[in-house]
């Protein structure tokens, strides 16, 4: 959906009350009146906080701006704290940072210089190597996601679509922000010159596999992470042979068949952490040959991502969300529109630290 620029209200222009947050009262009965939680334990609060509610969307009815940018407010604090906590987990793969909208995003790089003497005095010092760092500054990406609200139900007291809404908000804009980072990962570290651990091959290789983990291992115990698509391929590295040099005798531990009848996949490989990253269909496009829906994260990357050390893939989050409402262009429905500020990059230099292996039976079309 597209909301037409000309009749777009932000809702921080209307209205603004610095006494609302995600802590007040209100913000946390309407999210548990809303998710179908238990609400007995706040008494006649719930009540009056759907008075309230029902107050605010009548008015709303009526075209009043102020009512419909408290709707927004009340469902994006509501809405924010989940989404803020699902974007930390940023922090598994690299550094996540939190900064004002007034702040710019700036990317730390480390490098190591020594000074190399041509002859060295008897008594005098032995050459040592230095730590240097450099800041330079990246853009961010908008990463929105919003819903149509119908503010005739919530009037009447039914918040099922405002429910189903949230949800959609929290799931697309994770998804998104989850799709940016991944292909500022791939085309930093392709893109990058000198040393670089990145291959391409049909298909995920045992070799090309263990080569980059004892490549990667060296900055720190990596985690092997990647769509479904990639890191089931290496369930048929797990096996044993138990006919030395009959290849088709491969067997599985017992171990190793009870982690693949749990979750389909295996847990760790070579003492490396298997990790699934989550990619969901995108239900409004098709894949390119037309007999399936897209997914929101390219297929066929495998990343090897060093735990316990400062990782050179940067995360950051600009501000808060915001959000705003308009008419759809085409349906001339009422959206409710939703933006967060994301950017990601990975310090110049420093991209060899992550591995990457690309399965090329997978087209990677990048934005």
């Known amino acids: 959906m597209k909301i037409e620029l000309n009749n ?32 007995s334990k706040f008494g006649n609060k719930a009540d009056t ?32 704290p989940k989404l803020i906590s699902a974007v930390k987990l940023f922090d598994f793969m690299g550094t996540f940072r939190q900064i004002g909208y007034d702040q710019q995003p700036m990317m730390t790089t480390y490098a190591h210089e020594s000074i190399r003497s041509g002859f060295q005095a008897s008594r005098g010092d032995v050459p040592f190597a230095t730590t240097t760092w450099n800041e330079y500054p990246i853009g961010t990406q908008t990463i929105s996601a919003g819903y149509a609200v119908n503010y005739r139900e919530i009037q009447s007291g039914n918040l099922d679509k405002v429910a189903e809404g949230m949800e959609q908000v929290q799931t697309d804009m994770m998804n998104k922000a989850m799709y940016y980072v991944v292909n500022e990962m791939y085309n930093a570290i392709k893109s990058a010159t000198g040393v670089k651990y990145f291959s391409e091959n049909a298909g995920i290789q045992k070799s090309a596999v ?21 890191v089931s391929q290496l369930n048929d590295f797990a096996g044993f042979q138990a006919v030395a040099g009959d290849a088709t005798s491969t067997k599985l531990p017992e171990s190793v068949m009870d982690e693949i009848r749990k979750t389909g996949l295996l847990s760790t490989y070579k003492g490396s952490s298997v990790v699934e990253l989550p990619n969901a269909y995108n239900l409004t496009e098709l894949n390119k040959t037309g007999d399936n829906f897209k997914t929101y994260l390219p297929e066929g990357l495998l990343f090897f991502i060093p735990q316990g050390a400062k ?8 501000g808060g969300l915001t959000s705003m409402t308009g008419n759809d262009i085409v349906s001339g429905t009422e959206i409710t529109r939703f933006d967060m500020e994301i950017g990601a990059g990975v310090a110049k230099g420093q991209e060899y630290q992550i591995g990457l292996i690309r399965d090329e039976n997978f087209e990677i079309t990048p934005e």
């Open 210 to 230: 263990d080569d980059t983990i004892k490549k990667v291992r060296r900055f720190g115990q990596p985690s092997i992470v990647g769509d479904y698509s990639v």
């Open 49 to 80: 906080v759907m008075k309230h509610v029902k107050d605010l969307a009548a008015q709303a009815v009526l075209g009043n701006p102020v009512a419909k940018a408290e709707i927004n407010t009340i469902v994006r604090l509501a809405i924010e």
């Open 311 to 318: 990782s050179p893939l940067q995360v950051f989050q600009r």
């Open 8 to 39: 777009v209200k932000r809702d921080s222009d209307v209205f603004a009350n610095p006494k609302l947050n995600s802590k007040s009262p209100i913000i946390e009965i309407f999210s548990a009146i809303a998710t179908g939680k238990d609400i």
